[in-house]
Structures are given as structure tokens and as C-alpha cells.
């Protein structure tokens, strides 16, 4: 199933540190990711182009309940603690929200 919108986010990572942010990300993020953002599309690596990315993907059947769900993710009480057991590994962070292109 194709849902309309993705939520594509790509975080680079502190060189030799990805192991360390996957830890952090399953152990505090996907508790709290998985009750208000639903079950991710996946998540990814990258191997080849630009190195130490972290990619994952949710999906939403609108623009409403993406920012309904994102809101309910900021205002949970144990969020912050993975935002800061997070920081010193990421570098930067890229969100782009797409949509599924009509092919026949």
C-alpha cells in the first residue's frame, strides 16, 4: 500500500558513531516514535554517495495527520530524553515530506 504522504528523514551522523546513534535511536526514539507516529515505512543507511546517513521513513494518509502525530511525538514526556541522548551524534538533519507520484 501506498500511502500518500512520506515523511523522509535523513539524519548524517558523526563519523564512527552510527552504531552508537542506532542504539540511542532504538532504545529511547522507537518506544515513543512507534505510539505516536504509527509503524514505519523502514529504515536505512547509506553505503554509497554521501556517507554515516540515517534514513528513515513514516507514512501519513494526509498532511493533517502528519502534523497531528508530529505533535502528539513532541509533546511526549519521554521524547526529550532521546533528543538529548541524541545530540552529540548528529550532525545535521534533513526532513522533506513527499508524495507518491501518479504513475499508471
Do not use: C
Amino acid at each position: 500500500m501506498t500511502l500518500p504522504i512520506v515523511d523522509h528523514r535523513i539524519y548524517t551522523i558523526r563519523l564512527r558513531k552510527m552504531n552508537e546513534f542506532i542504539a540511542v535511536f532504538e532504545q529511547l526514539a522507537m518506544p515513543v516514535l512507534i505510539d505516536t507516529l504509527g509503524n514505519p515505512l523502514g529504515f536505512y543507511t547509506s553505503f554509497v554517495g554521501p556517507q554515516n546517513q540515517f534514513v528513515h521513513l513514516w507514512g501519513y494518509e494526509s498532511l493533517d495527520e502528519y502534523e497531528r502525530r508530529s505533535r502528539l511525538r513532541d509533546a511526549h514526556p519521554d521524547f526529550a530524553a532521546y533528543l538529548k541522548a541524541s545530540e552529540p551524534y548528529i550532525v545535521a538533519q534533513e526532513t522533506r515530506l513527499i508524495r507518491a507520484a501518479p504513475m499508471r
